[in-house]
């Protein structure tokens, strides 16, 4: 188990890293930053000449990996961090140095126990991308299929385990300074932030993961998700079906292929809302380096380590709130956050109402290329503060998304109307959820979950109920003699103890 004195040296090695570019400048001058935490900026800052202006960027590129993925996901809690970190911390791109080709092959022979040769006829040495956690090759296999191989990093996994470990204990020491700090629920943040490295760890989670959106998009023909080539795919493996298309960073060459740009817009937003909405999983990270523009003008989709999911009934409110935005409903809106828990009760709902007005009409109905996405978070923030909204980080995620998936819908077209796309999909998923067929549908799984769990609820009954012939029961026995109660002072030692460690764990920070 790591030690107290280790996570503080970690954690002040970083706090140095980030300060001698200016990212931590933040929690000096916040108005919610706890006085601890603005002591140990300060004294992290003490001799590093930090910039004026913060390079966020910068300074997790140069922590590392697992800093990287840190700040791919702080980029979803502007809450958290602020905007202008938040909009940096989005770019952050985890092209790091490639590693060696013959650990390459070596993790391929160890994960099946077979020579390289056995699996594919070639694989080209120089990678195609190299990011903090794997690296990917193109590939020919032994049947002449064209194909992109991911390897992980040697090593990465232990590096992301003594991280995360840091991040965790920090995270709770935060959490219990109270305030805004408890609010915005830093533990819940690492906590998500742990589930995704995992995943992304696990490449045959991620192969999984491809699988399973590919067979929920196939309402949707336009967005493709490649094959997944199984015998070929293990823990630290994926042999993904090759993707000959054109990245949407290259608008130049869609425009040489004659695609419509308008067209792939609709595709991928429609895609997205089918994904998120409709089947409650979706891809968290489409970005334009992860989608491609096919020949025949479809959306292709690749790197399916990050992922979000939403349950049912989140689902079921989502739907219910994108159709009252988009009909400027707020009153219904309002409702269903006072239903989902998402504002404590003590607040006033025609507040709540009027301070979602406020958000919702300046946008609604206008094209992405007339919204600042700034503002609009901004004012949905001031909110959150103001009616004491508790963080839901898997909302945060799919919010990180549609704002990812707007930016590279705007680019392909910057006339694009994603509410006049959404609308007619949302609003036909949400009259057969909240209509009469989707509540008698419910009822009927319900009633079916109940007659199959009957046979086990009757075994226990019987349980409760003594046999005819069975012998009379014994009689109870004796009851122990009472233990002899401590006196005061064990119970004093031991309060003093816990205070005394409390004290200590305060003047840290």
């Known amino acids: 188990m790591t030690t107290r004195l280790t996570h503080m040296r970690r954690v002040f090695s970083w706090a140095r890293t980030l300060a001698r570019h200016g990212a931590l ?22 001799g590093t000449g930090a910039p004026k202006e913060p390079r966020y960027k910068q300074a997790f590129q140069e922590l590392g990996p697992a800093a990287i993925k840190l700040g791919q996901a702080l980029a979803t809690r502007p809450d958290l961090v602020g905007e202008a970190a938040a909009r940096e911390l989005a770019t952050l791109q985890d092209q790091l140095e490639p590693f060696a080709f013959s650990d390459v092959c070596a993790s391929i022979e160890a994960a099946f126990e077979r020579p390289v040769s056995e699996l594919f006829a070639s694989i080209e040495e120089t990678p195609v991308g190299s990011a903090s956690i794997a690296q990917v090759h193109r590939a020919v296999t032994t049947d002449g299929r064209t194909v992109a191989v991911k390897v992980l990093r040697p090593g990465i996994e232990d590096e992301f385990a003594r991280a995360i470990e840091t991040y965790e204990w920090l995270a709770a020491r935060i959490e219990t300074m109270g305030g805004e700090f408890a609010r915005l629920r830093p533990r819940a943040t690492i906590a ?21 959106l590919k067979q929920d998009l196939a309402a949707e023909p336009g967005f493709v998700i490649p094959e997944i080539d199984w015998q070929r795919t293990a823990r630290r493996v994926m042999t993904v079906e090759w993707i000959d298309g054109i990245k949407m960073t290259n608008l130049a060459a869609i425009d040489e292929a004659g695609l419509d740009r308008r067209a792939l817009a609709t595709i991928l937003v429609r895609g997205f809302l089918r994904q998120s909405v409709i089947n409650g999983f979706f891809h968290a990270d489409l970005h334009q380096g992860n989608l491609f523009a096919l020949p025949d003008g479809r959306i292709a989709a690749i790197d399916f380590g990050i992922m979000g999911r939403i349950n049912h009934k989140a689902r079921l409110w989502l739907a219910e709130i994108m159709a009252g935005l988009i009909n400027g409903e707020y009153r219904r809106v309002a409702e269903i956050h006072f239903e989902a828990g998402y504002v404590p009760p003590h607040h006033d709902m025609n507040e709540f109402i009027t301070a979602l007005r406020s958000v919702g009409e300046p946008i609604r109905g206008l094209p992405v290329k007339d919204i600042s996405i700034g503002q609009m978070l901004d004012g949905l923030f001031t909110i959150t503060r103001q009616f004491d909204m508790v963080t839901q980080p898997h909302l945060l995620l799919l919010q990180k998304t549609m704002v990812m998936v707007e930016g590279v819908a705007y680019a392909l077209d910057p006339e694009v109307n994603m509410q006049a796309i959404a609308e007619p999909l949302i609003l036909e998923w949400g009259r057969d959820e909240l209509g009469p067929e989707g509540q008698l549908a419910d009822k009927i799984v319900r009633d079916w979950r109940t007659l199959l769990e009957l046979p086990d609820f009757m075994r226990r009954v019987m349980t409760l109920v003594p046999d005819p012939g069975a012998a009379p029961p014994l009689p109870p026995l004796a009851p122990l003699p009472e233990p002899r109660r401590a006196g005061p002072i064990p119970w004093l030692l031991l309060g003093s103890g816990i205070g005394a460690g409390l004290f200590a764990l305060g003047l840290t920070f």
Not at 28 to 43: F, I, N, V
Not at 192 to 212: G, Q, V
């Open 25 to 46: 400048r933040v929690l000096e001058t916040h108005p919610h930053s706890p006085p601890q935490l603005r002591r140990l900026a300060k004294a992290a800052r003490f």
């Open 192 to 212: 998500y932030f742990r589930r995704w490295t995992e995943r992304e760890l696990n490449l045959r989670i991620e192969a999984a993961s491809a699988s399973e």
